[in-house]
């Protein structure tokens, strides 16, 4: 069972994760293919490949050609820039052979455009910030607020607003934002596997205890059965597939979403880690296996991230 990574950069706990589950199935490779040769996940695979840029017309040919030399059964993408661009040439990878762990491409642009994704929460009844009209007089705004970039990614300028000083530098700063009100409380990433019938078959909440650059540092596995129930209801209105990551808050007057990541986010191996394993999952179906839903996943156990250097 050979298993390629996309834009791998930096994803060597993934890769790892990986290669164990594998090992479990009778063996395989891991490939990791990236833009820059000098990618950590370069010296953590068994096999790595240099590709041209996401953005260039070369990109999904050459992906093809390493699908058909490395004889790949499964393809994991793991930015945001890559996954519309692959998703439209999802049959292409189908025709090889390969399972690509994707949802359709109006699920990606629903996900990528955080309007679209503010559409879909308040078309679909599901609770989530409020949108506030960018063109509204900072002065009369309620603070604190948050901004985001339209089509940002790894929380680059996501930002906490305290001042009609900082909003009207920030509206002006940040390209397409978007304006919301700001929800305090506690933060989750919620870790969730869909077969390919868009049902769910693990839910994990992960509550971000700290986090840096948008990725966590430190988190807890959470059973908390009024998040997996509400993610459940996103989820079968959204219809992914695959393993996607879902970002919201919970405080004392409920819980509410921010925004969907159809893809591994940096904190993924945790819930691997808890038992609800998305890339034995992506191997299961590969094989043909059909999947239920399963909460067989550890409780409470907490995890704390560190970074670690590989000579190149």
């Known amino acids: ?26 063996g395989g490779k891991i490939i990791a293919a990236d833009f820059s040769s000098d990618a950590p996940t370069s010296r953590f ?27 790949i059964d499964i393809l994991i993408p793991t930015i945001d820039t890559e996954l519309e661009i692959i998703a439209k040439f999802v049959r292409e990878f189908e025709q090889l052979g390969v399972l690509v762990n994707i949802s359709h491409v109006e ?4 996900c990528r455009d955080k309007l679209l994704t503010q559409k879909f929460f308040e078309d679909n009844g599901i609770a989530s910030p409020i949108l506030i009209d960018n063109q509204l007089d900072s002065s009369k705004q309620k603070y604190p607020l948050f901004i985001k970039p339209r089509y940002g990614s790894s929380s680059i300028n996501a930002l906490r607003v305290n001042s009609p000083k900082e909003l009207d530098f920030f509206r002006e700063y940040i390209k397409d934002p978007i304006v919301q009100n700001f929800i305090f409380g506690d933060e989750y990433t919620v870790d969730v596997f869909c077969g390919f019938d868009s049902n769910p078959i693990t839910i994990v909440p992960r509550l971000r205890i700290a986090v840096r650059s948008g990725e966590i540092l430190k988190g ?10 509400e993610t459940a209801n ?13 970002q ?10 921010v925004e969907v990541n159809p893809r591994f986010g940096g904190g993924a ?38 970074d670690d250097s590989v000579m190149v």
């Open 1 to 26: 069972m050979n298993i390629l990574f996309t834009s791998s950069g930096r994803r060597v706990e993934l890769l790892k994760r990986a290669a164990k589950a594998v090992s479990k199935f009778g």
């Open 45 to 71: 695979c068994d096999v790595f490949e240099k590709v041209p840029s996401v953005l260039s017309p070369d990109y999904i040919p050459a992906l093809c050609d390493i699908c058909r030399r490395r004889k």
């Open 107 to 110: 699920v990606i642009r629903i």
């Open 220 to 229: 807890r596995i959470v059973r908390d059965s009024h998040i997996i129930s």
């Open 234 to 246: 996103l989820v079968s209105k959204l219809k992914p597939f695959g393993h996607i990551t879902v």
């Open 248 to 257: 919201c808050f919970k405080n004392d007057a409920g819980i509410f979403f």
């Open 269 to 306: 191996p945790m819930s691997i880690d808890a038992g609800a394993n998305s890339i034995e999952n992506l191997i299961r179906l590969k094989r043909g296996e059909k999947l239920s839903y399963s909460d067989d996943w550890r409780d409470g156990i907490e995890f704390s991230r560190f």
